[in-house]
Nanobody
Framework: QVQLVESGGGLVQAGGSLRLSCAASGRTSSSYAVGWFRQAPGKEREFVAA????????YYADSVKGRFTISRDNAKNTVYLQMNRVKPEDTAVYYC???????????????????WGQGTQVTVSS
């Protein structure tokens, strides 16, 4: 089992920056990939970004490419999502998720991930 806790959400003005953190505990000795997803009110959950265990491979949604950066510090069991030049449409609850990779990894597919955090709210004001 892996437990995930997101932090760093809050209220930010459009054009500003925010850094989200996803701290993992539990069976963190296992290799796992991590993804960030978000869900806005009345909308389906959507993929934002993902990073492989070694951090050598990253994926981004087109809507955040060039503005958001995903990274990880395996020594701290933490994955980060640096959000720059945020827009009002980035407003959502952001979730991190872990995929042990036991059945392959589909980074953009939420069903690929076995463990989820409780989410952190990001609100971007215009």
């Amino acid at each position: 089992q892996v437990q995930l806790v997101e932090s760093g959400g809050g209220l930010v003005q459009a054009g500003g920056s925010l850094r989200l953190s996803c701290a993992a505990s539990g069976r963190t000795s296992s290799s796992y990939a991590v993804g960030w997803f978000r869900q806005a009110p009345g909308k389906e959950r959507e993929f934002v970004a993902a990073v492989s265990w070694s951090a050598g491979i990253t994926y981004y949604a087109d809507s955040v490419k060039g503005r958001f950066t995903i990274s990880r510090d395996n020594a701290k069991n933490t994955v980060y999502l640096q959000m720059n030049r945020v827009k009002p449409e980035d407003t959502a609850v952001y979730y991190c998720a872990a995929d042990p990779g036991l059945n392959g990894w589909a980074p953009r597919r939420d069903l690929s991930y076995d463990y989820w955090g409780q989410g952190t709210q990001v609100t971007v004001s215009s």
